[in-house]
């Protein structure tokens, strides 16, 4: 069953906790958004553009930018909700089967999912952050934001192997 057009077509309804992940993450997305749009006029005409590894700002630039966030995440987040309707495509071990198939697909589904909310919410705090600094509210992200948000990424993708090997 390696071939993915073969593969079962299941519809599996949207759990309850892929709602919450999609409120939060939206929300982010959103919130920030608007936090960009209210405060447009008075941005400063440089802004942050990129940060270093420790969090700081290595350069400025336009505030045109800063709608390059919000394209980019609607781009990962339209792509990554694709994925989620057609767990079917998703890459899956040997042993996915008639039987097991609803489980891996609704497990697979779950982790897309949560790693496109993780995407908007960093995409969004980014944002807030840059418009923050622009305005003279903030500092920086500091040493942390870096390791945390890979980390938040890798841990989910690490539970959902887990969880997959748990799989018969």
Same mark, same amino acid.
């Given at each position: 069953?390696? &071939? @993915?057009?073969k593969?079962?077509?299941? %519809?599996?309804? %949207? +759990?309850? @906790? ?8 939206? @929300? ?6 608007i ?13 942050? =553009?990129?940060?270093? =590894? ?34 079917? +495509?998703? &890459?899956?071990? /040997?042993?996915? &089967? /008639?039987?097991?198939? %609803?489980?891996?697909?609704? #497990?697979?589904?779950?982790?897309? &999912? ?9 995409? =969004?705090?980014?944002?807030? /952050? @840059? ?30 192997? #887990? %969880? ?5």
């Open positions: 069953m390696a &071939n @993915s057009w593969r079962p077509k299941i %519809k599996i309804i %949207k +759990t309850k @906790s892929e709602w919450i992940w999609d409120i939060i993450g939206y @929300s982010f997305y959103l919130g920030s958004f936090l960009l749009i209210y405060n447009w006029d008075r941005l400063p005409d440089k802004v942050p =553009a990129h940060y270093n =590894a420790l969090g700081e700002v290595d350069r400025w630039g336009s505030k045109m930018e800063l709608f390059i966030l919000p394209i980019v995440g609607a781009f990962i987040a339209f792509m990554m909700q694709l994925f989620e309707k057609f767990p079917e +495509t998703h &890459n899956y071990p /040997e042993r996915l &089967n /008639e039987e097991n198939a %609803k489980e891996f697909y609704l #497990m697979s589904r779950k982790l897309v &999912n949560q790693l496109k909310n993780i995407c908007l919410i960093i995409f =969004a705090l980014i944002l807030i /952050e @840059s418009i923050s600094i622009a305005l003279g509210m903030g500092n920086g992200f500091g040493v942390w934001f870096l390791p945390i948000a890979i980390l938040s990424a890798l841990i989910l993708i690490v539970l959902g192997i #887990m %969880k997959q090997k748990k799989i018969r």
